[in-house]
């Protein structure tokens, strides 16, 4: 089969502390590699815990979180992503507000950047994080695979827009627990009305004042559950073919029908 194998590794996060969570995750990324993996996700924030309001949490643009994930891609011949706290070089000197990127780094150092486009308004998170404005979407080994972080989810126009050009959708997230059915169910939705994959990853653990149950969950095109997990750490493995999605859309022609 033609196609990409991606573990998604739901971990916890050591509360503001880099080098411990590079510790942390350095041998479950090993780990991933010796299982096949061609892809490996980590969560959103996966270095610091989700804390933007914490003044100097931003990396300069290629700092050491950036750096962990490139190493460990040249390390182990493989793709490795998740999103940390980075200050674009286009910041200006009254705005050091840092972006959500993630960061998506490949095994012949190329790197990747989606700027996390929708603050979380909810917790007034646009105070201390800058919204990006570009869709992502990176073809590795034959699969078009497209960049989205938490609180995007919830908005299905963008994925829409990028369907026709996508295989699948990586979410990585810090979604907390008491609203996980919403995170469940729109995973499971956005992979059956755009008939493509939905790879959720979650953390767990707590931080932040703030509980995570993770559900990491991998959906195939017709929306079945390929690979999920709760409550603790585990690594999640599927199979991306971008040959099912083509055939289930073109059996199933509904993304022709959009108006």
């Known amino acids: 089969m033609s196609g990409l194998r991606v573990a998604a590794i739901q971990h916890e996060i050591v509360w503001h502390d880099r080098e411990a969570n590079f510790a942390r995750l350095a041998p479950t990324i090993a780990g991933a590699a010796a299982g096949g993996a061609g892809l490996v996700l980590l969560t959103e924030t996966f270095s610091t815990g989700f804390s933007f309001d914490t003044p100097g949490i931003g990396e300069r643009e290629g700092g050491p979180s950036s750096q962990f994930l490139a190493e460990q891609a040249t390390t182990h011949g493989l793709w490795v992503g998740g999103s940390c706290p980075e200050v674009s070089p ?35 998170e646009e105070k201390y994080v800058r919204a990006g404005n570009d ?20 908005f299905a126009d963008e994925f829409w827009t990028l369907a026709a050009d996508t295989d699948a959708y990586l979410v990585i997230a810090n979604w907390p627990a008491k609203r996980r059915v919403h995170w469940q169910t729109l995973l499971r939705a956005r992979a059956i009305e755009n008939q493509a994959y939905v790879v959720g990853v979650n953390r767990v653990g707590s931080g932040g004042g703030l509980e995570y149950s993770g559900d990491s969950t991998i959906v195939d095109p017709l929306g079945e559950v390929l690979a999920s997990g709760a409550g603790g750490e585990t690594v999640l493995f599927a199979d991306i073919d971008p040959a099912h999605v083509a055939s289930t859309r073109a059996h199933f022609r509904f993304l022709q029908d959009r108006r």
């Open 90 to 124: 286009e910041a200006t000197d009254d705005d050091q507000r840092p972006s959500n990127t993630f960061v998506l780094a490949g095994p012949d150092g190329t790197v990747h950047r989606y700027r996390k486009i929708h603050p979380f308004s909810h917790a007034e």
């Open 135 to 154: 869709f992502v979407t990176v073809e590795v080994d034959g699969v078009r695979l497209s960049l989205f972080v938490c609180y995007d989810l919830r």
